[in-house]
């Protein structure tokens, strides 16, 4: 089915890497990275010599979905919409081929420039004479890879969806962008009106705090809230970094190992659990299991859309 897609993977892969669009995405995570690790009362010195690899997550979950939805909502709609795919369809080449061939090369076009801006937080360290250990490092960067991949392929199954590229870009941005400024808001909702409410009042430094939180299932409220592409990419990276497994966001299990501190709404699960295992369904690589089931559905339906599409209307 897909046998000739390499020939315009290498085409896509040229493309990406010149383009000056690509490159400047990447300055935001060198900045962000270099910020994290220069300012001194940031929870990310807690890793030590790993704080140089590991300020870069938040750039990267952030930055690497908006990567995607630019290069991904024109690969495919954008050049139905000019044309281009008429001639395409001429060639020896599947239609398959073309959407693995555009997501494969897109992909590696764009981890050159990501590779190279965590490189530099390498030699950042290395220079400072706190090298990053290494197999952590390598294990983040193939975190990454992982979470780049699902959203590119996803996006171009989206992007085969459309005839014009604006239509699946401002879907991909509404949606991803809604999801992640509201989807921990939204989420105890219905787990809340389905299981209740329970209230907890923990204190710190003297200091009393009240919430309230869904009196659901630990790993079922767990799981849910790691659905989201950002806080799948938080759960996956956190693992190769050494950070406790937790139902949040990395940046407050940091600081959760500093003494005397209680973030609200943190669970650390090994904790938790009152040191039995962990469900198999909270491991960190099941994040990256849901990242790519969820990016080969996409692709599935934008690849049974765009087969069955005549180029010529």
């Known amino acids: 089915m897909f046998n000739n897609w390499y020939p315009i993977a290498k085409h896509e892969f040229s493309e990406v890497v010149k383009s000056r669009l690509v490159w400047l995405l990447t300055v935001p995570i060198v900045l962000d990275g270099l910020l994290n690790v220069l300012t001194s009362q940031t929870a990310i010195q807690h890793l030590g010599n790993l704080r140089y690899i590991a300020s870069f997550q938040r750039g990267m979950g ?120 509201f989807y921990d808001e939204l989420l105890p909702i219905p787990l809340k009106a389905i299981y209740g409410v329970t209230k907890a009042s923990p204190s710190t430094s003297g200091v009393s705090m009240t919430w309230e939180q869904p009196d659901a299932p630990l790993g079922l409220v767990a799981f849910l809230s790691r659905l989201p592409p950002t806080n799948a990419h938080q759960a996956l990276t956190n693992w190769p970094l050494g950070l406790p497994n937790s139902d949040s966001l990395s940046i407050f299990v940091i600081r959760q190992l500093e003494p005397d501190f209680i973030a609200p709404s943190v669970v650390i699960l090994g904790d938790a659990y009152g040191g039995q295992p962990v469900p198999f369904y909270l491991h960190p690589l099941v994040s990256g299991v849901v990242l790519l089931v969820f990016s080969t559905a996409v692709f599935a339906l934008g690849y049974y859309t765009f087969n069955n599409t005549d180029f010529n209307q």
């Open 62 to 181: 952030l930055v690497i979905p908006i990567a995607c939805i630019i290069l991904g909502a024109r690969a495919v709609g954008g050049a139905r919409g000019k044309g281009f795919l008429t001639n395409t369809a001429l060639q020896p080449v599947s239609r398959g081929d073309v959407l693995v061939g555009k997501a494969a090369g897109r992909t590696s076009g764009l981890l050159v420039p990501l590779s190279t801006g965590l490189a530099l937080g390498y030699i950042h360290g290395a220079m400072n004479g706190d090298i990053p250990p290494l197999l952590p490092t390598i294990g983040f960067w193939l975190a990454n890879i992982v979470y780049l991949g699902s959203l590119m392929f996803a996006m171009i199954g989206l992007s085969a969806f459309f005839k014009e590229a604006l239509a699946p870009a401002g879907f991909a941005f509404i949606l991803g962008g809604g999801t992640f400024l």
